[in-house]
């Protein structure tokens, strides 16, 4: 105790405590190294895992964008068909009667398709059909 406070107060012991530091950092050091390998060792496994974890995150993310890409140049392509069809029927003077194809003939020599009108809507035998391209038929 009296070297402590002789120590605080007039500072004799500066020179041994710098000689004492310096010869057993060394010490410390080698004390200090599994720990440290324990540590980094313990990083790189925690980082791999982590960065595991991310990647697949980010497929799955990636895999939802690629989703929603494909669903927007569906949209896309219909809208731009949609707006075909409104420009064809636009170009007619007479009534319009919009309808929709809902079946097809297997045969390839004759082409005959069925619409969703009738006689009832205004539809009448011999009318011309129009689609985006044209006359249908």
Do not use: C
Not at 13 to 42: E, G
Not at 44 to 69: G, P, T, V
């Amino acid at each position: 105790m009296v070297m402590m406070l002789v120590d605080s107060r007039f500072d004799y012991l500066s020179r041994v405590r710098f000689y004492s530091s310096y010869l057993v950092t060394p010490l410390h050091w080698l004390a200090d190294t599994p720990r440290s390998i324990s540590d980094s060792v313990n990083n790189n496994f925690q980082s791999r895992s982590f960065l595991i974890a991310e990647n697949q995150r980010m497929k799955d993310q990636l895999l939802m964008q690629e989703y929603e890409l494909q669903k927007l140049s569906h949209l896309e392509a219909e809208n731009r068909r949609l707006n075909d069809l409104l420009n064809a029927s636009s170009i007619v003077n007479e009534r319009v009667v919009n309808a929709q194809l809902t079946g097809e003939s297997p045969d390839p020599f004759t082409k005959r398709v069925l619409i969703n009108k009738g006689s009832v809507e205004g539809v009448y035998e011999g009318q011309p059909v129009l689609d985006a391209f044209g006359l249908m038929g």
